[in-house]
């Protein structure tokens, strides 16, 4: 029997980090496509690539099942909505062909995921769509760390890249913790937060889920490291 079209959440980059549902729909798949990206950096080849969702999917030896699209820098919108546009018309025509079709992707479709434009357009073709939730990874990161995220009466907000003074005080003044993914588009603000409010607890991690895999709760080695693309950090009281 045909699913509909999967957008498979893997989690943060642990194979072993992905719902049985999520596996057992990654078995079931005809075709999984994941996105990708050009190993010089400049998203325009098609030559060697990388996805960490591709080495997820690799540990679970389906990776002959794997389709990658390379998805432009994410500032060049135009680009990347025109290679989202060719997935969705790739996944049309396979759908059409009865394949059972996953796009996967790692951590989790809901959270700042454009995948997601795939499936809109599918939807408004009347193809059929699931979203199998992942672990966020955030929530991968308080694990690895034992840390409680929110307790009691607190709140959550998490910020993507960015860490202007007047927003984070105002957030932490009134009971919440504070999650900064896409870190390296706001090092600099991030750090000199960091010096000026030496009170807070600050919970930096980077490459979250992986062997390369980097944490600490000192605040003088966040300002002397250097901070990649995969990082993020965890400001609590």
């Known amino acids: 029997m045909q699913q509909p079209v999967s957008f498979v959440s893997l989690g943060p980059g642990d194979p072993e980090l992905i719902t049985v549902k999520a596996l057992n729909r990654l078995r079931q798949a005809d075709v999984i496509i994941v996105p990708a990206t050009a190993k010089s950096g400049d998203g325009e080849t098609r030559g060697e690539t990388s996805s960490r969702a591709a080495d997820i999917i690799a540990h679970w030896q389906l990776d002959g099942k794997v389709q990658r699209y390379v998805i432009p820098m994410q500032h ?13 018309a790739r996944v049309l025509n396979l759908y059409q062909q009865e394949k059972n079709v996953v796009i996967a992707v790692e951590g989790d479709v809901s959270i700042y995921a454009s995948i997601h434009y795939v499936l809109e357009m599918l939807s408004a073709l009347y193809i059929p769509t699931e979203q199998l939730p992942g672990i966020t990874s955030f929530i991968a990161a308080a694990a690895s760390a034992q840390l409680s995220l929110i307790e009691h009466s607190q709140s959550l907000s998490v910020l993507p890249g960015r860490a202007e003074e007047e927003e984070l005080m105002l957030l932490m003044e ?4 504070v999650v900064v993914m896409k870190l390296s588009q706001c090092a600099q603000d991030i750090k000199a937060f960091i010096e000026r409010h030496p009170d807070f607890s600050y919970h ?34």
């Open 174 to 177: 009134t009971g919440h913790n």
């Open 204 to 237: 930096y991690f980077e490459n979250v889920g992986t062997p390369e895999q980097f944490y600490t709760d000192s605040p003088q080695t966040i300002l002397d490291r250097d901070i990649p693309y995969f990082s993020m950090l965890i400001i609590q009281h």
């Open 76 to 88: 060049n919108l135009v680009k990347v909505w025109l290679e989202y546009e060719k997935m969705a």
